[in-house]
């Protein structure tokens, strides 16, 4: 049977592009929007931005590390391409939709693999309310911000801030706050992936926000809303022996 078609597609670093086109003369290819694979070259940054493009597509990205972490991206090997993308893993994501309100009343929806975070825009300290499912929870967080993770995003800002690492599969998020002053004690909360959270500004003149998923910020929030959603996912592909799974449960063990 034919293989898939494939495209390559290429961090703007010298390194992600001469991978880009030592592959493209070994392996027969498409442009990305006729493609059944993405081949992404690049670190975690790119991996985040093929993954967005491919939402809600019939299409699979599969990264190959020409960055730095890399931790969402397999061991980059020009030769033996095609069987290991035969026999690599896919796991589907679903990504966080963010709907932010300004202080002006406008509202901003965005889509997020990794987090959504709302980080204080001043030397002031944030000072959120925490609703779930529409029940208050924290009245009063102090804090730099919060952040909310998904199962894939668990090993990135959130485990920096002291979030837990999720389990793919575990069907949970992480609520994670960033530097909390008030409630000094608090380190956050696991949540059911099906929870609406909800997160109000309180003092919004005097102590702006930020609201950002992944890459996309709104600046001078009052109120913001997330949750995972239903209606959009994106695939990603690993090979058997570094799947995501396993990096995750990896993480939890390092020293």
């Known amino acids: 049977?034919?293989?898939?078609p494939i495209a390559f597609a290429a961090a703007p670093t010298k390194e992600a592009e001469a991978a880009r086109r030592m592959l493209a003369r070994l392996y027969p290819h498409v442009p990305p929007d006729r493609a059944a694979i993405v081949v992404a070259l690049g670190g975690d940054g790119f991996m985040l931005e093929a993954l967005r493009a491919s939402i809600n597509r019939d299409v699979a990205v599969y990264g190959?590390?020409?960055?730095?972490?890399?931790?969402?991206?397999?061991?980059?090997?020009?030769?033996?391409?095609?069987?290991?993308?035969?026999?690599a893993e896919r796991v589907k994501l679903r990504p966080l939709e963010m709907t932010a309100e300004t202080v002006r009343g406008r509202q901003r929806r965005a889509l997020a693999i990794n987090e959504v975070s709302l980080?204080?825009?001043?030397?002031?300290?944030?000072n959120l309310r925490i609703l779930v499912n529409g029940v208050k929870?924290?009245?009063?967080?102090?804090?730099?911000?919060?952040?909310?993770?998904?199962?894939?995003?668990?090993?990135a800002y959130n485990l920096s801030a002291f979030g837990p690492i999720i389990p793919i599969g575990a069907h949970l998020l992480a609520l994670?706050?960033?530097?909390?002053?008030?409630?000094?004690?608090?380190?956050?909360?696991?949540?059911?992936?099906?929870?609406?959270?909800?997160?109000?500004?309180l003092e919004p003149d005097k102590r702006p926000v930020a609201a950002v998923a992944d890459s996309f910020e709104v600046r001078d929030v009052a109120r913001v809303l997330v949750r995972e959603s239903r209606a959009h996912h994106c695939t990603i592909m690993f090979d058997p022996e570094h799947n995501l799974e396993e990096r995750i449960l990896r993480e939890q063990f390092m020293p």
Do not use: K, Y
Request: charge should be positive.
């Open 1 to 4: 049977m034919p293989f898939p």
């Open 64 to 87: 190959m590390n020409r960055g730095s972490v890399g931790f969402l991206m397999n061991e980059f090997r020009a030769r033996g391409l095609l069987q290991r993308l035969a026999r």
């Open 119 to 126: 980080l204080r825009m001043t030397h002031q300290t944030a």
């Open 137 to 155: 929870r924290l009245d009063n967080l102090v804090c730099d911000g919060a952040l909310i993770a998904s199962p894939a995003g668990s090993t």
């Open 176 to 201: 994670t706050p960033i530097s909390p002053f008030r409630p000094r004690r608090w380190r956050g909360a696991l949540l059911p992936a099906r929870s609406t959270i909800e997160f109000r500004v």
